[in-house]
């Protein structure tokens, strides 16, 4: 079966850091471009961060570069988003999807994850 599943969200206070993990299962994710985007209430599904395969390159929106830090662990299949100076504009749920091709920050794959809460907030 393949899947994607997202965990590491939680409640963090303002200047704090979590780290997100997107494990996959059923598929390799070494041949996948992984996005990270999220969602908060009322607005659209946005583009955080993407890794490419390959050579690894990594891209970011404008709102997180400097403080978000995406990476790929092939050994263990999991790509995992460090998230450090969070911000209450943070806060949202967070998805990681897997993309044939190259990366993009629009939300475009071939496998989503069911989301995971991030919440910044004193």
């Known amino acids: 079966q393949v899947q994607l599943v997202e965990s590491g969200g939680g409640l963090v206070q303002p200047g704090g850091s979590l780290r997100l993990s997107c494990a996959a299962s059923?598929?390799?994710?070494?041949?996948?471009?992984i996005g990270w985007f999220r969602q908060a209430p009322g607005k659209e599904r946005e583009g955080v961060s993407c890794?490419?395969?390959?050579?690894?390159?990594?891209y970011y929106a404008d709102s997180v570069k400097g403080r978000f830090t995406i990476s790929r662990d092939n050994a263990k299949n999991t790509v995992y988003l460090q998230m450090n100076s969070l911000k209450p504009e943070d806060t949202a749920v967070y998805y990681c999807a897997a993309k044939f091709g190259i990366c993009v920050l629009t939300p475009v794959g071939e496998y989503w994850g069911q989301g995971t809460q991030v919440t910044v907030s004193s």
């Open positions: 059923g598929f390799t994710l070494d041949y996948y471009a």
């Open positions: 890794i490419s395969i390959g050579n690894g390159s990594t």
